[in-house]
């Protein structure tokens, strides 16, 4: 288990840069508008999206997330989270961050979302940046 992390930033260069000093580490994808970090220490998946606005201004964050190993692990883990009462989207082979994805998105108490996803495909054909990684649940 890994968490994952994705931030809005309004250069992207400029964030790659900043990133690859803060942890000593190369991006292990850059496509127009983003950039990903497969960490192993910390154990994480850190993404940047470029959106050139001020949302990124401040450290906004877009979302948390979970990353497991299969889909078996996601689907249990949206089942558990349902079993305890709180409302989940699953999405199943759906094209994000230049992948495809399955997962299952969550709410925490304040409004900040959460995805416990796979990535069953690591090529994406379809690229809808303007919808990665926003579920319906979570605009």
């Given at each position: 288990m890994r968490v994952h992390v994705s931030i809005p930033v309004r250069r992207l260069d400029e964030s790659i840069s900043f990133y690859r000093s803060l942890f000593?580490?190369?991006?292990?994808?850059?496509?127009?508008?983003?950039?990903k970090f497969d960490l192993a220490d910390?154990?994480?998946?850190?993404?940047?999206v470029e959106t050139g606005?001020?949302?990124?201004?401040g450290g906004v964050l877009r979302h948390f997330g979970i990353e497991r190993g299969d889909v078996d692990s996601v689907l249990a883990a949206g089942g558990r989270l349902e079993?305890?009462?709180l409302e989940t989207e699953r999405e199943e082979d759906v094209s994000c961050c230049h992948s495809v994805q399955t997962k299952v998105w969550v709410r925490d108490p304040d409004g900040n979302r959460w995805e416990v996803f796979v990535v069953t495909a690591e090529e994406s054909?379809?690229?809808?940046?303007a919808d990665c990684c926003e579920p319906q649940c979570c605009k």
């Open positions: 000593e580490a190369e991006p292990s994808k850059i496509r127009a508008g983003y950039a910390p154990p994480m998946n850190f993404s940047l606005s001020e949302e990124a201004r079993e305890a009462g054909q379809e690229v809808t940046e």
